[in-house]
């Protein structure tokens, strides 16, 4: 399990400094996006990732400042940007054995076990995430 096996665990908590552990995820699949306040198209895809975290899909948005403000400017930018879903204190891309993303945004999907299963470039929807993680979960069946 990506989530369950980190070396690097520091990273893996949230805005509040509360930890984000995996037994918080069992069964779920996970969204991991990156964003940042001067990305037009993030911004304007945050009302979808807000819907998609609070929706009973069995998917949970995780965010994650691009530009890694340090906790009170995180805090600040959340509210700004009005989001609504946990965002890690830190870049987690190591500590999840990925790499951080070239373009913004970027979505990272993590199946129910917590294994990445799929990167996706570009803004995208409640529909399109849960569409995708639909498909993913036919190909795993």
């Known amino acids: 399990m990506l989530l369950a096996g980190c070396s690097n665990s520091a ?7 509360k930890s984000l552990e995996p037994d918080q995820f069992a069964g779920d699949w996970i969204a991991i996006n ?16 807000n819907r998609l975290d609070k929706a009973d899909n069995g998917i949970r948005v995780l965010g994650v400042d691009y530009d890694g403000a340090l906790p009170e400017e995180l805090k600040a930018n959340m509210k700004k940007l009005d989001i609504q879903f946990r ?3 830190g870049d987690p891309s190591e500590a999840l054995g990925f ?7 970027a979505t990272y999907i993590l199946n129910a076990e917590g294994q990445l299963v ?3 470039l570009g803004p ?3 529909a399109s995430l849960e569409k995708a993680v639909g498909e993913l979960k036919m190909q795993e069946g």
């Open 11 to 17: 990273n893996l908590v949230d805005q509040d400094g």
């Open 34 to 49: 990156y964003w940042a306040v001067w990305c037009a198209p993030c911004i304007k895809e945050i009302p979808e990732l």
């Open 87 to 89: 965002v890690f204190r």
């Open 99 to 105: 790499t951080l993303p070239d373009v913004l945004p």
């Open 118 to 120: 799929k990167q996706l």
């Open 124 to 126: 995208q929807t409640q």
